[in-house]
């Protein structure tokens, strides 16, 4: 897992043909807005989270982010040991979001 700054998330997503966006916060906070083409999981569903993030290719690179940073970072280490090595927790968060968005 890698922490990233706002400014090197966003240039390293923008390079990387690779790229899958997950946003682990909840439906209410995800329904006030997004980062476009985010995959929604939510942390908060437990083992729920686990069996849709093992359904995932471990192969592509994948850029977590949540509300502020705490709950990716938990993501992220939780796909680092089922097996995803290339996982980037975005500092901040959402709340800190400068780029685009969708509501």
Same mark, same amino acid.
């Given at each position: +897992?890698?922490?990233?700054?706002?400014? &090197?998330? =966003?240039?390293?997503?923008?390079?990387?043909?690779?790229?899958?966006?997950?946003?682990? %916060?909840?439906?209410?906070?995800?329904?006030? #807005?997004?980062?476009? @083409?985010?995959?929604?999981?939510?942390? *908060?569903? $437990? =083992? $729920? *989270? +686990?069996? &849709?993030?093992?359904?995932?290719?471990? !192969?592509?690179?994948?850029?977590?982010?949540? %509300? !502020? #940073?705490? %709950?990716?970072?938990?993501?992220?280490?939780?796909?680092?040991?089922? $097996?995803?090595?290339?996982?980037? @927790?975005?500092? $901040? #968060? *959402?709340? &800190?979001?400068? #780029? &685009?968005?969708?509501?």
């Amino acid at each position: +897992m890698a922490d990233l700054s706002q400014q &090197e998330w =966003q240039k390293q997503l923008a390079n990387d043909d690779n790229a899958v966006i997950i946003d682990v %916060r909840t439906q209410d906070e995800v329904d006030e #807005g997004h980062i476009p @083409n985010a995959l929604h999981i939510d942390i *908060f569903l $437990g =083992q $729920g *989270f +686990m069996d &849709e993030v093992k359904k995932l290719d471990t !192969s592509k690179n994948y850029y977590v982010y949540c %509300r !502020s #940073g705490g %709950r990716s970072a938990q993501a992220c280490a939780v796909m680092n040991s089922l $097996g995803y090595d290339n996982t980037y @927790n975005l500092m $901040g #968060g *959402f709340s &800190e979001w400068e #780029g &685009e968005k969708t509501n």
